[in-house]
Nanobody, 123 residues
Framework: VQLQASGGGLVQAGGSLRLSCAGSGRTFSRFGMGWFRQAPGKEREFVAGITWSGGSSFYADSAKGRFTISRDNAKNTFYLQMNSLKPEDTAVYYC?????????????????WGQGTLVTVSS
């Protein structure tokens, strides 16, 4: 599976962005997917995850109520809708794929990673 993240950019606090992650391969729809982020000088952290069907999702506390993860298996793409953005959301956002259909907040349980897309939120 190859993943390509896009949709990052510069936005003012309170604004919104939608990140996309396009995957290749016929098995895309079998895998659980996740979004992670890494801010300058900080460790990578989990943001949100979604099961293979899209039927279940899980969020970090920092994302709950503001971010929504979704997927469109017909398009081999999953998304992260980010609303009410804050300066502390500034980071490089990475999409990742597991080798099974479930969710995990642990980065080492994801096998494939996209290249990252930068989100900058100005105050």
């Amino acid at each position: 599976v190859q993943l390509q993240a896009s949709g990052g950019g510069l936005v003012q606090a309170g604004g919104s962005l939608r990140l996309s992650c396009a995957g290749s391969g016929r098995t895309f729809s079998r895998f659980g997917m996740g979004w992670f982020r890494q801010a300058p000088g900080k460790e990578r952290e989990f943001v949100a995850g979604i099961t293979w069907s899209g039927g279940s999702s899980f969020y970090a506390d920092s994302a709950k109520g503001r971010f929504t993860i979704s997927r469109d298996n017909a398009k081999n793409t999953f998304y992260l809708q980010m609303n009410s953005l804050k300066p502390e959301d500034t980071a490089v956002y990475y999409c990742a794929s597991r080798l099974d259909g479930w969710i995990s907040s642990k980065g080492d349980e994801y096998a494939y990673w996209g290249q990252g897309t930068l989100v900058t939120v100005s105050s």
